[in-house]
């Protein structure tokens, strides 16, 4: 896995590299990420992100279903694939179990599967290989490089929008008034921070840092209250 010279096709390495780096250590090296391949390949393909409108210079990456839902009709491999996967209800597997249940494991496997006739598919064109092996690079990085995320927190850092750092010509237009933000220490576009002053501790923050901070200050808020509410009930017991 830590071979450099073992080319691993991957489909959004992120979360799969920083769990192999914190839990065993491991830290990838020969990644290959098709989910950026499928931006540098056609991106005209990847739609605007949307959901925050004063970050709109910035592109959403695509999930691997909708890939294999886009390319089945031109590979029978991926065709056949798409079907197993279609018929499994998702929210039905349990990945806890262990052993895991066949199904479960074949399910798994197709999506490992697939990445071999997509990867085909999607580094055909002799330019994109080498600009998707130096992104794919900083993507595998991205959440081993930040400190202390918790599971939900990384929820945050693996949405589908493509920060900067990873592809600049098609992750953002412009980095000439870029900013570094004080909590991931990356650089970002100034339309990446909060144009309104919420409070001083998240000025500096860009916007996923920034729902970070306030997510803790509200747990920590629910934390004391429910401290107050406990404390309030044994006074009224002893009374």
């Given at each position: 896995l830590e071979d450099p010279g073992v080319v691993k096709l991957m489909w959004d390495c992120r979360k799969d590299c920083d769990v192999l780096s914190y839990f065993l250590g491991v830290r990838m090296?020969?990644?290959v990420d098709l989910q950026l391949?499928?931006?540098v390949r056609d991106p005209s393909l990847v739609r605007p992100y949307i959901k925050r409108p004063n970050i709109k210079n910035y592109k959403c990456v695509r999930?691997?279903?909708?890939?294999?839902?886009h390319f089945s009709?031109?590979?029978p491999t991926l065709?056949?694939?798409?079907a197993f996967k279609s018929a499994i209800d998702i929210n039905q597997v349990d990945w806890?179990?262990?052993p895991l249940e066949d199904s479960t494991l074949a399910y798994a496997a197709a999506d490992v599967l697939s990445l071999f006739p997509l990867g085909n598919i999607l580094l055909s064109k002799p330019d994109v290989y080498q600009k998707v092996k130096t992104g794919s690079e900083a993507y595998s990085r991205t959440l081993m490089d930040i400190p202390d995320l918790d599971t939900k927190q990384t929820d945050l850092y693996c949405s589908y929008i493509l920060m900067s750092g990873i592809l600049e010509p098609y992750a953002v237009k412009d980095l000439k008034t870029a900013r570094v933000c004080t909590g991931c220490l990356r650089k970002h576009p100034v339309n990446m921070f909060a144009k309104v002053k919420h409070c001083c501790a998240c000025n500096s923050l860009c916007f996923v840092c920034?729902?970070?901070y306030h997510r803790a200050k509200r747990l920590e808020a629910e934390k004391d209250k429910a401290t107050d509410k406990n404390d309030a009930a044994r006074a009224k017991t002893k009374a």
């Open positions: 090296q020969g990644v391949a499928d931006v999930g691997l279903k909708k890939m294999l839902g009709k031109d590979d065709a056949n694939l798409t806890d179990t262990r920034g729902e970070l």
